[in-house]
T-cell receptor, first 111, second 115 residues
Framework: TQLLEQSPQFLSIQEGENLTVYCNSS?????LQWYRQEPGEGPVLLVT?????EVKKLKRLTFQFGDARKDSSLHITAAQPGDTGLYLC???????????FGGGTRLMVKP | NAGVMQNPRHLVRRRGQEARLRCSPV?????VYWYRQLPEEGLKFMVY????????ESGMPKERFSAEFPKEGPSILRIQQVVRGDSAAYFC?????????????FGQGTRLTVV
């Protein structure tokens, strides 16, 4: 069974601070996705990383896929209250049939 | 996630009743995935369907749960004789082709409460 562990589980910071969320596994994934989910809504895809060592930027968000394709990180620069939400990483199971989700990191950015 | 329509958004059922959750994928998408999310947790895979076929149901409980994606109409997740532990948010996602490393879109979910 492929497992993804996210850390931290909860993070409360002040507006303007930087933060990093981690997603780790002992398994290799063919691709890894990051989602953001707001209360009462479904997850919204932020990015997909495919190549080991890949770095993708989305405005103030930087996503990195580990060289061995077992882990990933999400770094947010100068966090804003609008970044508040549940951040989920999810790995493709190589067979392409499903995503394995991490437990999520709940981020709160206070103004 | 625009385009994937799930209904109802909220569903309350008494123990022992049946729950039917519907998912209309993005137009043109023929692959549908169902996930369950408990409060404060990530999503757990349940089943992957392609039109008229179940491709992977490894995450589906063996009893009381069933899913279908008919040639015409929405995908249905059916839970018979619901119990309190079935209370959760159920999300559907669709993609244009197989493999979740292609972009998949999630619906807003159905929140099932069993009383």
């Amino acid at each position: 069974t492929q497992l993804l562990e996210q850390s931290p589980q909860f993070l409360s910071i002040q507006e303007g601070e930087n933060l990093t969320v981690y997603c780790n596994s002992s398994s290799v994934f063919s691709s890894l996705q990051w989602y953001r989910q707001e209360p009462g809504e479904g997850p919204v895809l932020l990015v997909t990383v495919v190549t080991g060592g890949e770095v993708k930027k989305l405005k103030r968000l930087t996503f990195q896929f580990g060289d061995a394709r077992k882990d990933s990180s999400l770094h947010i620069t100068a966090a804003q209250p609008g970044d508040t939400g549940l951040y989920l990483c999810a790995g493709d199971n190589n067979a392409g049939n499903m995503l394995t989700f991490g437990g999520g990191t709940r981020l709160m950015v206070k103004p | 996630n625009a385009g994937v329509m799930q209904n109802p958004r909220h569903l309350v059922r008494r123990r022992g009743q049946e729950a039917r959750l519907r998912c209309s994928p993005v137009k043109g998408h023929s692959h549908v995935y169902w996930y369950r999310q408990l409060p404060e947790e990530g999503l757990k895979f349940m089943v992957y369907l392609q039109k008229e076929n179940i491709i992977d149901e490894s995450g589906m409980p063996k009893e009381r749960f069933s899913a279908e994606f008919p040639k015409e109409g929405p995908s249905i997740l059916r839970i018979q004789q619901v119990v309190r532990g079935d209370s959760a948010a159920y999300f559907c996602a669709s993609s244009p082709m197989g493999g979740m490393n292609t972009e998949a879109f999630f619906g807003q979910g159905t929140r099932l409460t069993v009383v």
